[in-house]
């Protein structure tokens, strides 16, 4: 119950407590990685769980933008083929990213500690801190869940967007230029960042100005190549 509470609970209440500890035990994380994945997997389920494929199928047309007339079919039929197991391969998917996404994090922060000073952290140690620092997609995956079950009949896919820049300010339609980078920035990366930062000046003692860089240099690379593309 111990290590539990520590990487499910101390992340988002007490952070430092938990990363000093994943820090010492890195394989401990792995219950914080399978309860977000699980969580996140459940919140896709509660979201188009029931869904008919049509409603599905036209809600992914919508993010595709303008095609013409015949790659508008042929896209309508290939999507309509993979419909019936589209909630089961999303739930996967949530499932199967998240530790990639982990590995990705750990492999920039451990670049990052070593640019930034001298500090020389295990990766598996900088694996344990990135998962913890996405503790707060547990709480939005949470979040959509009750979205998802306070509302009747079919949802609209950009309700998993509900934190989003998009959502929140922009206001964007599908289709839209920057509509996708727009739903993608959520407000919980702003709670991952900090606390990736946290992690990261509990682990090596670096200035807090190094820290929020190191934790953000992920992101601002990511979004910063799609928003050059946009």
Known sequence: ???????????????TDAFRAVRERPASSVWALLMIGAVAALSVYALLGGA?????????????????????????TALLDIAPYAVHLGAASQVLVLPVLCALLAAAYLAAERLLGRSRQRYAAW??????????????????????LLQSGDKP?????????????????????????AAALNLFYL????????????????????????????????????????
């Open 52 to 76: 008919s494929p049509e409603w599905i199928v036209s809600q992914q047309l919508l993010e595709v933008g303008e095609l013409k007339q015949s790659e508008l079919e042929m896209t309508r």
């Open 127 to 148: 694996f344990a801190l990135a998962v913890l620092s996405l503790s707060p997609f547990l709480v939005n995956a949470l979040g959509l869940i009750a979205l998802s």
């Open 157 to 181: 896919l950009q309700l998993a967007n509900y934190a989003s820049l998009n959502a929140l300010v922009l206001g964007l339609s599908p289709g839209e230029r920057g509509q996708g980078l």
């Open 191 to 230: 709670w991952s960042i900090a606390l990736a930062a946290i992690g990261g000046r509990t682990y090596t003692g670096y200035q807090w100005s190094r820290c929020l860089l190191l934790a953000a240099l992920p992101y601002l690379g990511f979004f910063g190549i799609w928003a050059a593309t946009v």
């Open 1 to 15: 119950m111990y290590a539990l509470r520590t990487v499910l609970i101390d992340p988002l209440l007490a952070p």
